[in-house]
């Protein structure tokens, strides 16, 4: 493909996603309450099961599929 190609180096803050049920997110980790996001939140990222509620450094909340989360982040600690 003839686009510049980028390598991701932020780091972020985010949740493995067990359930989505209307507005309510169920993280998969031990430890973590499952809450509720906006309507806006929903409409826009269609959040599904096995991806993730990311929250970037500047406070943004979005969602990554797990195959471009895992490929793209590891855990840091």
Not at 24 to 46: C, L, M, W
Request: net charge neutral.
């Amino acid at each position: 493909m003839g686009m510049p190609r980028y390598q991701c180096h932020k780091k972020v803050w985010a949740l493995k996603i067990r359930s989505v049920e209307g507005n309510r997110i169920t993280p998969e980790e031990s430890g973590y309450a499952s809450f509720v996001v906006p309507d806006e939140f929903i409409q826009k990222h269609n959040p599904q099961i096995g991806g993730y509620f990311v929250v970037y450094e500047d406070g943004y909340h979005s969602y990554s599929p797990a195959k471009a989360f895992e490929e793209g982040y590891t855990l840091i600690r």
